[in-house]
């Protein structure tokens, strides 16, 4: 299994960003995807869910309304559109699945958001 992150950078406050996380080795359409973030000096959180095939979503209170998760089965990755940034979003995002009760997580990518 491998999950690779990518789309992290600087943003301004206010500005958008989309992350986007390539999965391999395993069969993506049948598994629940969700992506996590961690600031530092804070511990991990979920942001947003999305089950097997992306009809069902979930989002943590804070990025509800702002932040919008998809994935593409034919391409075996999965999204997170995320808008209206304040600096409180600043945190390393990683994409993450459970398979065979192993959690499985991506190395991270950093969106930093300041002006």
């Known amino acids: 299994v491998q999950l690779v992150e990518s789309g992290g950078g600087l943003v301004r406050p206010g500005g958008s960003l989309r992350l986007s996380c390539a999965a391999s080795?395993?069969?993506?359409?049948?598994?629940?995807m969700s992506w996590y973030r961690q600031a530092p000096g804070s511990e991990r959180e979920l942001v947003a869910s999305?089950?097997?095939?992306?009809?069902?979503?979930n989002y943590a209170n804070s990025v509800k309304g702002r932040f919008t998760i998809s994935r593409d089965n034919t391409k075996n990755t999965v999204y997170l559109q995320m808008n209206s940034l304040p600096p409180e979003d600043t945190a390393v995002y990683s994409c993450?699945?459970?398979?065979?009760?192993?959690?499985?997580w991506g190395k991270g990518t950093l969106v930093t958001v300041s002006s």
């Open positions: 999305i089950s097997s095939a992306g009809g069902s979503t």
């Open positions: 993450s699945t459970w398979i065979g009760r192993v959690t499985y």
């Open positions: 080795g395993f069969t993506f359409s049948s598994y629940a």
